[in-house]
Each structure stands twice: as C-alpha cells, then as structure tokens.
C-alpha cells in the first residue's frame, strides 16, 4: 500500500474521517497530561522560578511553527513534481497552523523575557527569527488569498514556500550575527539542548507529542475544508455554466 | 492547588491563557469553516441531483 | 538582450518612470528620519547606517512592481515569453535593468546622504561598497516578488509584504558592514556573506521568477 494512494481526494477523504477520532482523542490526553503535569506538578526551576513552566507551551509552539513550514515545503516540493491537489491543499491549510504556532511562541517568549530581562520584548536573535518566520507565514497565506485560478496559486505559494525557506534559513543566520553586534547579548537560555532535568523534561516531551498530534489533527481537518471548498468551486462554475 | 507562583503569575498564566486562546480560536475556526464548506458542497451536489432528477423525467 | 536591457532603462528613466522616483524617495527618508529623531549628532551617526540601508531597501521596493506589470498589460510578456529569449534571461536582464536605475544610482548619490546623517568619514567608502554588493540582490528578489504577483492588480502591497521579510539577511549584514567599517573594526564576515547572498540569489533567482512568470501566463 503505498502512500501515494492518499494523493487520490476520495481516499484521501475516507482515510481521514477514520483517522480523526483518535487522533483528536490521542491528542486531547497527550495535551491534557502534558500541561496538566508540568503545570501543576512540577517544582520551580533554580534561577527563573515558576516561569520555567511557560516551557510547556513556549518549546513546543517554536517546535512546531518551524516543522509546519517543512510540512509546507514538503508539500509544496510534492506539487510541484507530483500535480497531486491534495499536497497543494494540504500545504494551504497547514499555514494558519503554523502562524498561529508562531504567534504563540513569540508571544510566551516575551512573556517569560519580561520578569528575567524586564522589558517585554528583547532583539534576541530567536525572538527576532520567529518574528520574521511569522511575515513569511503572512506573505504565504496573502498569496494563496490573492490569486485566483488555484492551480495558478499552487504553483506561486510553492515556488514562494521554497525560496522563503531558503531565506528564513539565512535570516537564522543573520539574526544570530546581528545579535552579537548589540549591546546586550541577552540570549534566552531556553535552550532544549541544554541540560533540561529530567523532572522538567519528561512532562515537556509529552506536551511535543501532544503539540504535534495536534497539528496533525488541525491540517487533516482544515485539508478536508479545502477539498470540499474546491469541490464547491467546481460544482458553483458548472451551475454557472449551465 | 494552584501552584505558588510568586512574581512570576502574570507571565504563566498569561502564557497559558494566550495559547489557550490563540490554539482554541483557531480550533473553533477550522471547525467552523469546516461545518460551513460541508453543509455548502452538500446543498450543492442536492442541487445536482435535483437538476438531473428534472432532465431525467422531464 | 542587450535591447531589452536598453529598453526597460529607457522606460525607467522617462517621466513617471523608476529612476526618480527611487532617489528622491531615499532623499526623503534621510530627511525625515533626523526631522523625526532629532538632530542629536551622536545619535544620528550611529543610526546612519541602518537608516541608510533601510531607505535603500523601500527605494528599491516602490519601483519594483513596474518591472512586469506593465508588459504584462500590454502584452509584451506574452511576446517575450514565446520569444527564443529564455524567460531566466529576460528576468536577468530586467532585474539588471532595475539595479542600473535604482541600485546604482542610490549607491552613487549615498556619500551625500552619509553627510546628512552625520555617518562617520570611515564608514563612507563601506556604506558604498555595502550598497554596491548589496543592492543587485535587491533587484533581483524584487524580481522574484514582482514575478509572483504580477498578475494582481493592486499587487503593490503584498508584494512588500513577500519581499521586505526577504530583504532581511542583506540588510543586515549590509549595515553592519558599515556600521562596523565607520568604527574601524574588522568587516571581512559581513562583507563575505553580503557578497555571497546577492551571488546565490543573483544565480538563482531568475529561475524561480521564470517559473513564477510560467504560471501566471497559462
């Protein structure tokens, strides 16, 4: 069996509509443990106290804002070799998912700079790398919206989705050298790689699982939105026709 | 129950409420938008059947 | 090639074209920053720089979408497109045709406006060097951009919005390369990677805009 089968819509459709009631339940009681655990049963961290249990929203958003946008590219890559819709649809409807992700990260990463640094936005080159992610994400569904003929802005959105990974990737790069050029190096010290104990750790994992579970569930439904949109579409321009 | 969260309150909670409102608004959406292109493409593929219902008997 | 190159810089020059309207913008943006931050000289000196190459980037951005749009219009898009030119090339050339008018000449007139900002007399030979590396990628992104939404008609705004996150790493590393060559310190990396960055988008680029183009002409 293999996974080009899903390409075709109405497989596509069926499989899906399977899947989703797990899923959603996988990824309710992944959530739920994770933040429940971290939220309520973790101790305080040595220096940042009782904000390290921002942790368990601000890492898995970041996670997952930046694998949407490989999803995105995947999907686009898919397309662009393969003409298979679905991929188009699926990369269209991952978008608000991964701005939404990267809303959320930015926005916990301020919160938790605030009370350690005491201003509520820092130039920290992580920070500032999920700012511009977060254009390219606006550009990207700006485009899919202002073009027409979809096929017309399938091929655009991926042709900007490949370019703009190549230059998010370079602007990692540059926000990183352009920190060092500031005064203050502050540099969040939110880290995974970082010697996470496994107290915090463990309850962090769960909630990356439960974040990607719920990615998954969001793209899944919002794909299945558009096929039927673009089924709609189609329907709509034959009744005009006559 | 709640854990002491000293001077840190306003930043936890405002966290957790902002991705619980920003991940729940677009939960709601993507269901929304979804109950409405169903409910549509449905009207619409009733219409194709009606349609072709008339060509058939009339 | 080289008529199309002389035509699209024909065009930019004549009245209503690119080329003034990219310089006097820049002038503008050097006057108004000192009138909006104050004139505090030391202040003014260390975000020259910046402001300099900030200015350059929206200049080069509010003349970009002319770049197909207008051929696209009238129909020459299609002709270029079935023409023996390869599309690559006539973005090559257009983009280059863009740079002479824009790029070039905001490098050319940017010691006047590192005098107005107060830039430090080091830095005026790197702000010139910077611009000069930098500005074709400019062009050539604006290019990509312009590609993308030509078919739009009020394409203006969202082809800012696609291109200013793009135009991040040149900036950065252009503006540094003056910021630390007018404090006398070393600007080897910056310089290499702004040098590297318009060489890959100059190489590259054109061929993401040809297909871009493709899809918007079917």
Redesign the interface.
């Known amino acids: 069996m293999s996974i080009w089968e899903y390409a075709n819509p109405r497989k596509f459709m069926q499989t899906s509509a399977a899947v989703l009631p797990w899923l959603v339940a996988l990824t309710v009681v992944c959530l739920g443990l994770g933040l429940v655990w971290g939220f309520f049963l973790t101790p305080d961290e040595a220096l940042q106290g009782a904000s390290v249990k921002i942790i368990y929203v601000h890492v898995p958003a970041a996670m997952m804002a930046i694998n949407a946008w490989v999803m995105m590219l995947v999907a686009s890559l898919i397309w662009l070799i393969r003409r298979h819709h679905v991929s188009a649809l699926a990369a269209r409807a991952a978008a608000p998912v991964g701005l939404i992700f990267t809303m959320v990260a930015l926005v916990t990463g301020a919160l938790w700079g605030q009370p350690i640094w005491g201003t509520w936005w820092v130039w920290d080159p992580r920070l500032t790398s999920f700012l511009i992610l977060c254009l390219f994400y606006l550009g990207y569904i700006a485009l899919w919206q202002a073009i027409e003929d979809p096929d017309t802005a399938a091929d655009l959105t991926a042709v900007l989705c490949m370019v703009g990974s190549v230059f998010a990737v370079l602007s990692r790069y540059a926000a990183n050298f352009w920190s060092e050029g500031q005064h203050q190096g502050a540099s969040l010290s939110l880290d995974r790689k970082e010697n996470v104990a496994d107290v915090f750790w463990q309850p962090l994992v769960i909630s990356m699982v439960g974040f990607g579970l719920l990615f998954v569930t969001l793209v899944l439904v919002r794909t299945r939105t558009e096929i039927r949109a673009r089924r709609l579409a189609a329907l709509l321009a034959r009744e005009r026709m006559g | 129950?709640?854990?002491?969260?000293?001077?840190?309150?306003?930043?936890?909670l405002?966290?957790?409420a902002?991705?619980i409102l920003?991940?729940g608004?677009?939960?709601v959406l993507?269901?929304w938008?979804?109950a409405r292109?169903?409910a549509?493409?449905r009207a619409?593929?009733a219409?194709?059947v009606e349609a072709r219902a008339e060509r058939a008997n009339g | 090639m080289k008529a199309l190159f002389l035509r699209d810089l024909s065009l930019s020059f004549r009245a209503g074209g690119g080329f003034g309207l990219g310089l006097a913008f820049f002038l503008l943006v050097a006057v108004l920053v000192p009138l909006g931050v104050g004139a505090d000289v030391a202040v003014l000196a260390r975000i020259a720089p910046g402001v300099l190459w900030v200015g350059a980037l929206l200049s080069c951005l509010l003349t970009l979408d002319r770049m197909f749009a207008l051929d696209r219009e009238d129909g020459t898009l299609d002709l270029l497109a079935t023409s023996p030119l390869p599309m690559e090339g006539v973005v090559a050339v257009k983009a280059m045709a863009h740079w002479v008018a824009t790029g070039l000449a905001l490098t050319l007139v940017s010691p006047v406006l590192g005098v107005l900002l107060n830039l430090a007399p080091a830095g005026q030979g790197w702000l010139v060097l910077s611009l000069l590396l930098g500005t074709p990628a400019l062009s050539v992104i604006g290019a990509f951009g312009a590609a993308l939404t030509v078919g739009l008609k009020r394409g203006g705004l969202l082809l800012g919005l696609l291109v200013l996150p793009m135009y991040v790493p040149t900036l950065i590393f252009g503006a540094e390369v003056v910021r630390r060559g007018a404090a006398g310190l070393e600007v080897a990396t910056p310089l290499a990677m702004l040098a590297g960055i318009t060489a890959g988008a100059v190489a590259l680029l054109p061929f993401a805009a040809a297909a871009a183009i493709r899809a918007n002409l079917r």
Not at chain 2, 1 to 12: E, F, I, S, T
């Open positions: 129950m709640m854990p002491d969260l000293g001077k840190y309150a306003v930043a936890v405002g966290s957790y902002v991705a920003l991940i608004g677009l939960v993507s269901l938008q979804g292109a169903r549509a493409l619409a593929e219409r194709v």
